[in-house]
């Protein structure tokens, strides 16, 4: 037993499952969440074809114009928040246990934690980022038809400019914690306002690239237990089947 495992540090999964459909990504993070496999991780995709996903408690209704003006589908995610369009971009997703394998207990610290890290690794792209602050709020209630990345709140990373590049959200459930963000490699077709990684930079970022440092930057300041490479059991993938299926009632 390495030294880790019998410190009770379990290693990370890591799964880097590339460009998915807007279904199956959403499904996927769902199914890791109910998994039987209850070790930590670490799961990185895009989008293909681009999608526009709701947040767990938005309307629909308000989204139906601006999604085919857009030409994509709507999705609904598992988390809170605003509504987000998803395509040029990295999307992170951490399952883990609170309180476990250096994911924090406490709900803040969580974001603040996870967040740190992607400053940490975007950084290292040439991305400087940083929290929004204390003069936002810690938290909003999205309006109805609201944008993730036009609402701000405290835990936001933003550019130089005070645009907003990184936001995420949480879900818990059954002592474990789904924790997923979005990451734009540019700027979102209906969030003109919202940052990039690419703007923050000043250069154009690919997925792999973006990939390649927020694996490295977790390797190193998150999973003391290592980082291993894995892919979905067949109870995963068949999970995820089963979450594709389910009608959506909102």
């Avoid at 037993?1 to 999964?13: H, L, T």
């Avoid at 109910?34 to 995709?45: C, M």
């Avoid at 995420?168 to 919202?194: C, E, K, M």
């Avoid at 694996?215 to 291993?228: D, N």
Wanted: charged share 25%; hydrophobic share 40%.
């Amino acid at each position: 037993m390495a030294d880790s495992e019998a410190k009770g540090i379990r290693s990370w999964r890591l799964l880097r499952t590339g460009h998915g459909q807007p279904a199956y990504n959403l499904s996927c993070d769902e199914a890791l969440l109910r998994s039987e496999n209850d070790r930590p991780a670490l799961r990185l995709y895009g989008w293909r074809p681009a999608a526009l996903s709701l947040g767990y408690f938005q309307p629909r209704e308000p989204f139906v114009r601006p999604a085919a003006l857009a030409g994509v589908e709507i999705v609904r995610r598992q988390t809170g928040g605003g509504a987000i369009y998803h395509d040029d971009e990295l999307t992170f997703c951490v399952v883990a246990t609170p309180g476990r394998d250096g994911y924090p207990s406490d709900t803040i610290a969580a974001y603040r934690r996870i967040h740190e890290l992607l400053i940490e690794a975007l950084g290292s792209l040439g991305a400087e980022l940083s929290f929004r602050g204390e003069e936002a709020p810690l938290s909003v209630r999205p309006r109805d038809a609201s944008m993730c990345f036009d609402d701000h709140t405290s835990m936001d990373l933003v550019d130089a400019q005070g645009r907003k590049v990184v936001g995420s959200a949480q879900r818990r459930s059954d002592g474990r914690v789904l924790h997923h963000g979005s990451i734009p490699l540019s700027v979102p077709l209906l969030s003109p306002d919202a940052g990039s990684v690419g703007l923050a930079a000043g250069r154009a970022v690919t997925w792999e690239e973006a990939a390649d440092a927020v694996e490295m930057t977790f390797r190193i300041s998150l999973c003391g237990g290592g980082l291993i490479p894995d892919a979905l059991s067949a109870m995963e993938s068949e999970g995820t089947k089963i979450v594709m299926a389910k009608p959506n009632k909102r």
